[in-house]
């Protein structure tokens, strides 16, 4: 069963705050689950990072009866004050709110470690003083209708285990992050599971493998191998090309993330692969012939610093809840390079003058000390 229809723990109707929903993952949960149209009201919380866009929540503006079940505060998760006032109305938070790059963690971790440990923490905070009024009998919608306490769900990471050489992580292994990015998910994790123990709170995470789709921004691999090919530009390959990694539609990605917040029992921690195991050579050769283009734009650079060499999870658990993946990896990889292909607009108001700066800094050395890549086999 792949049902991500509104039952179980939230009901429909119900109100959600979504934090990070501009970006790539929550902004496509958004438009899914209001799409279903079957009264869900969302609040998006979003800071507008160089990630986060408005744009991608066009489609749902565009729509008069979606937009009338959507409301966009632009805030930060490590602000009390606004974390507060929208937590109180909420019958579900999901947290996709993060700085989600591994190559900028490694240029500077500290936007990071703000959001990914401060800014749960305050949202975690929220969730507990909303249930210590909800267990008093006295959470009350605007309308004076009686509230249970807020559902929490924290949007975490295959890296937060680590580089696996070899099997599947459980959601019971260590945690063994290796890059900032995974040491500051893994730190949210932590803090999930503390106030858990601690306040008996009704928290959930996922552990989603990499996400690729419509609406990525251009600085994940799939999005940055399509455009620059695109663009007849030259495509960085790090190291041997050899790291693997397990791709998940964002379509399955958001669907999975709904169906845990909907069944997953209060606590539970669960793994999302996308059962769709590549290397990297071979996911960059699957983009260039999608678009007819050469390898001979693919260069080998140095590699990044400490860089994982594999992920893999075991999805045993969230299959026993109820739920798997239904886009076909070939399908869902062809069907994203046409949408860039397709949305060329999109993607070159993101590359703006910030962009600019990021790829000098991160690719400028890298592509003057590069050599032609090593081909898939
Ligand atoms: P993204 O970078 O596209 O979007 C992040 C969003 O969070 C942006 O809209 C940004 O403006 C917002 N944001 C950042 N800091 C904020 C703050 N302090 N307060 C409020 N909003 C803030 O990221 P994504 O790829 O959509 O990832 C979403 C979540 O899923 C992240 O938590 C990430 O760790 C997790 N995840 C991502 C992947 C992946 O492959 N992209 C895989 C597994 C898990
Ligand atoms: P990325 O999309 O950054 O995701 P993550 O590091 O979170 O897995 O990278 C996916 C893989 O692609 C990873 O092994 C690093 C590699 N990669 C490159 O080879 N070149 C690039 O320019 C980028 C951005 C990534």
Redesign the pocket.
């Known amino acids: 069963m792949s049902d991500s229809s509104a039952s179980g723990r939230v009901p429909a109707g119900a109100r959600l705050l979504v934090c990070g929903g501009a970006g790539f993952i929550g902004s496509c949960y958004v438009r899914d689950v209001l799409a279903r149209r079957d009264g869900t009201r969302i609040t998006v919380l979003d800071k507008l990072t160089y990630a986060g866009n408005r744009a991608n929540l066009a489609p749902v503006e565009a729509d008069p009866e979606q937009a009338a079940r959507l409301a966009f505060v632009h805030g930060d998760i490590a602000d009390p004050d606004v974390v507060d006032m929208l937590v109180a109305e909420a019958d579900a938070v999901v947290d996709f709110a993060a700085e989600s790059?591994?190559?900028r963690s490694i240029l500077d971790a500290s936007a990071f470690l703000v959001t990914g440990v401060i800014g749960v923490r305050v949202l975690l905070e929220a969730v507990r003083r909303q249930t210590e009024i909800a267990r008093a009998g006295e959470r009350r919608a605007p309308d004076g209708t009686p509230m249970g306490a807020p559902r929490f769900l924290q949007v975490s990471t295959d890296?937060v285990y680590g580089s696996v050489e070899e099997g599947t992580s459980r959601e019971g292994d260590v945690l063994a992050p290796r890059s900032p990015?995974a040491a500051a998910k893994a730190a949210g994790d932590l803090l999930v599971g503390a106030y858990r123990a601690t306040h008996d709170l009704d928290v959930l995470v996922t552990r989603g493998a990499?996400t690729y789709g419509p609406y990525q921004h251009p600085?994940?691999?799939?999005a940055?191998v399509t455009t620059n090919a695109i663009d007849d530009a030259e495509i960085?390959?790090?190291?041997d090309?050899l790291?693997r990694?397990d791709w998940l539609h964002v379509a399955d990605h958001a669907a999975a993330i709904d169906f845990v917040l909907r069944h997953g029992e209060p606590g539970g921690v669960y793994n999302v692969p996308g059962g769709n195991e590549r290397a990297?050579r071979d996911v960059v050769a699957a983009v260039l012939a999608r678009l007819g283009k050469p390898w001979a734009l693919v260069r080998g650079?140095p590699d990044?610093p400490g860089?994982?060499r594999r992920?893999a999870m075991d999805g045993g658990r969230l299959a026993d809840l109820g739920w798997r993946p239904t886009v076909d990896p070939s399908a869902g990889l062809d069907a994203t390079v046409d949408w860039y292909r397709a949305n060329q607009g999109w993607w070159r108001a993101v590359r703006d003058a910030s962009w600019a700066d990021y790829y000098a800094r991160q690719?400028a050395d890298r592509l003057a000390a590069s050599r032609p890549a090593e081909g898939p086999g």
């Open positions: 790059h591994v190559d890296e990015y990499n600085e994940k691999l799939i940055l960085p390959l790090y190291g090309g790291q990694r990297n650079v990044r860089h994982d992920y690719y």
